[in-house]
């Protein structure tokens, strides 16, 4: 059982940048690929970027390319996601997820997909 938290949310204006982190509750063992979701208020959760455990995989959402980066971490702090020129709408609860095993190219775009997930972090973009 892996426990993920992401942290590194706030409250920023348009154009500003956020980091955040998805940190494992212990130590991993194993190969997990990652993907960051988020839901904005009244809407569906939705596919922001994976990577995949090796980091030679990474797939973004057409929304934030460009401006979002995720990146491998250790295997404590899982994953990264630096956030670039943020917009209002992208103004969400962001959430991590991992994947146990699978190749080491594999990613994942669908929720259903991965096995665990954090309790999120709100980041809020003021215009």
């Known amino acids: 059982q892996v426990q993920l938290v992401e942290s590194g949310g706030g409250l920023v204006q348009a154009g500003g940048s956020l980091r955040l982190s998805c940190a494992a509750s212990?130590?991993?063992?194993?190969?997990?690929?990652m993907g960051w979701f988020r839901q904005a208020p009244g809407k569906e959760r939705e596919f922001v970027a994976a990577?995949?455990?090796?980091?030679?995989?990474?797939y973004y959402a057409d929304s934030v390319k460009g401006r979002f980066t995720t990146s491998r971490g250790n295997a404590i702090t899982l994953v990264y996601l630096q956030m670039n020129r943020l917009k209002p709408e992208d103004t969400a609860v962001y959430y991590c997820?991992?994947?146990?095993?699978?190749?080491?190219?594999?990613?994942?775009?669908?929720?259903?997909?991965?096995?665990?997930w954090g309790q999120g972090t709100q980041v809020t973009v003021s215009s």
């Open positions: 212990s130590y991993t063992f194993g190969n997990y690929a």
């Open positions: 990577i995949s455990w090796s980091g030679s995989s990474i």
């Open positions: 997820a991992a994947k146990a095993g699978g190749s080491a190219w594999a990613i994942q775009v669908r929720g259903t997909e991965y096995d665990y």
